[in-house]
Structure formats: C-alpha cells, structure tokens
C-alpha cells in the first residue's frame, strides 16, 4: 500500500511567481492537512481538509490557497512568492483527522 | 494564539545514556502526539496520548501526558545510535473535524557510539 505522495520533490522559483504543490493521500484516508516546514523549526500548519471542504486554516495570508479533490488529493498553491517562502511543505493524511498523521517526504520549495 | 515550547532545544548522549524531552503547552489539549524525523527526512508518527496522566510505553521509549493534559515527556532508555533524530510533540486541538497539531520546535537527538 502506497503511502503519501507528494510531487515534485524539490522546486526552484522565483520571487513573485506561484506554485501548486500536490499530494495524493494514503487510500481510505479522507482528511489531508498541510504543513510548511522551515529548517530548524517544527512544522507550522497551513490547512486541513476533510470530505473536500476545508476544515481548519492556520496564521497564513491569503496567497496560500489549497483544495481537496473528490478522490482526496489535494493541492496547495501559494501566489507572489516571497523569498520567507522557502521551506519544506509536508502533506499528511489521516483517516479522519483526529489520529495521527502520516507524512509524504515533502517538496522542498526554494525561492530565488 | 496556542503554543508548545519543547526542551531541550538539544542533546548529545553517549550511546547506552538515557534522553528525555519535555514539551509544555500554554492551553489545555485535546491529545498530544510526538514525531521522529531523521536527517534529510520527514516527520514520523511515533504515538499518541489522550487521558489525563496517561503513560505509554513502545520498547525503550515511555510517553506521558501531564494531569492537566498541558505537558508531556519522551523518555528513551538506554540510546542506540539508530535514536539519532528530532523529536517534535504536537499538540492537538479539536476542530470540526479532526485536529489542528501545533508542533514544538523539536529536540535534536545525537548519539556518540
């Protein structure tokens, strides 16, 4: 059984352009959150979505945005890159979104 | 807003020595879960703890959660060098739907051989 996916693995951009990160969940698991990590730090939680709706936002500005598709995966997008962008974007999946988390390798952004 | 300090920021042992970390929250929790993540990788679900003053254990590790479920500590007996990582708590609040973790800045785990 795959576990969480996440693509690509490492992306180079440059300040002002936008991404989309995206992840597919372990199968069965409705709930996906997202985490960006920033080294030397824990992770700091982005979104949670559940069933396709959105469930929780963390203390991000409104250029992150993100969706969860009718077969759970899910994508994050963030508009007008800033270089404070640069970090580690880590998905997770749970079942139901109140176990814990499994995590993808994640997508180590960075922004020039 | 809900935060989750965690120390030591970070620790060097000689192998066979035993670590602990300690994670303290500034609000009431829901349940708390601690992370592994080696170098280079990501976080792995290592368990989680709900009750008040529970103590869970997985081999050499021992988990607890505080009384008044703001704090929790990992205890790992007896280090090997395959310990080496940083260990995160997270804090969980319950949302509609599932929880939001608040992660601590994690301890960084070295072991001497």
């Known amino acids: 059984d795959a576990g969480v996916t996440q693509s690509p693995t490492h992306l180079i951009k440059t300040r002002g352009q936008h991404v989309t990160l995206r992840c597919s969940p372990i199968?069965?698991?409705?709930?996906v959150s997202w985490y960006q990590q920033v080294l030397g730090q824990g992770p700091q939680f982005i979104f949670q979505y559940y069933e396709k709706e959105e469930r929780g936002r963390g203390n991000f500005p409104d250029r992150f945005s993100a969706r969860q598709f009718p077969n759970y995966s899910s994508e994050l997008n963030v508009n007008a890159l800033l270089l404070g962008d640069s970090a580690l974007y880590l998905c997770a999946s749970s079942l139901s979104g109140d176990y814990g988390y499994t995590f993808g390798s994640g997508t180590r952004l960075t922004v020039v | 807003g809900q935060q989750v300090m965690q120390i030591p920021q970070y620790q060097h042992v000689q192998e066979g020595e035993d670590f602990t970390t300690y994670c303290n929250s500034s609000?009431?929790?829901?349940?708390i879960q601690w992370y592994k993540q080696r170098p280079g990788g990501h976080p792995v679900f290592l368990i989680q703890l709900v009750k008040s003053g529970e103590v869970k254990k997985q081999k050499r590790l021992t988990f607890q959660f505080g009384e008044a479920k703001k704090n929790s500590s990992l205890h790992i007996t007896a280090t090997q060098t395959t310990d080496v990582g940083t260990y995160f708590c997270?804090?969980?609040?319950?949302?509609?739907?599932?929880?939001?973790?608040?992660f601590g800045a994690g301890t960084i785990l070295r072991v001497k051989s």
């Open positions: 997270a804090g969980a609040r319950s949302m509609e739907y599932g929880n939001k973790l608040v």
């Open positions: 199968s069965g698991h409705k709930s």
């Open positions: 609000t009431t929790l829901s349940n």
